[in-house]
């Protein structure tokens, strides 16, 4: 099946920190922007924020700045999202998009604009 599939979610507790990957599956993720998404229950899907192609470029939404840092490999077709100090508002489904055309993907998502490739997500729960 040709999409993104994320891993590296679990439970954390506040303050603590864990990374998540975001592995293409059947396409060559280094040709694509990446933007990273999370859904809280009962809320709409968020944009955190974006990398280009060749990982040049990065910005993120004011909620995660300075806590949240995308990163990406290309020669292992992964890209990352490595999140520090997570408060129980970090609590969501996160997921992973990536487009080839669309490179304002790096800075921004209008909502519901389709994307070449999703994932079906990983679950982060910040609790104590």
């Known amino acids: 099946q040709v999409q993104t599939v994320e891993s590296g979610g679990g439970l954390v507790q506040p303050g603590g920190s864990l990374r998540l990957s975001c592995v293409a599956s059947?396409?060559?993720?280094?040709?694509?922007?990446v933007g990273w998404f999370r859904q809280a229950p009962g809320k709409e899907r968020e944009f955190l924020g974006g990398?280009?192609?060749?990982?040049?470029?990065?910005s993120y939404a004011d909620s995660v700045k300075g806590r949240f840092t995308i990163s990406r490999d290309n020669a292992k077709n992964t890209v990352y999202l490595q999140m520090n100090s997570l408060k129980p508002e970090d609590t969501a489904i996160y997921y992973c998009a990536a487009d080839y055309s669309f490179q304002e993907l790096i800075v921004g998502w209008p909502p519901n604009r389709p994307l070449d490739y999703w994932g079906p997500g990983t679950q982060v729960t910040v609790s104590s």
């Open positions: 059947g396409f060559h993720l280094a040709e694509h922007a």
């Open positions: 990398i280009s192609a060749n990982g040049d470029t990065t």
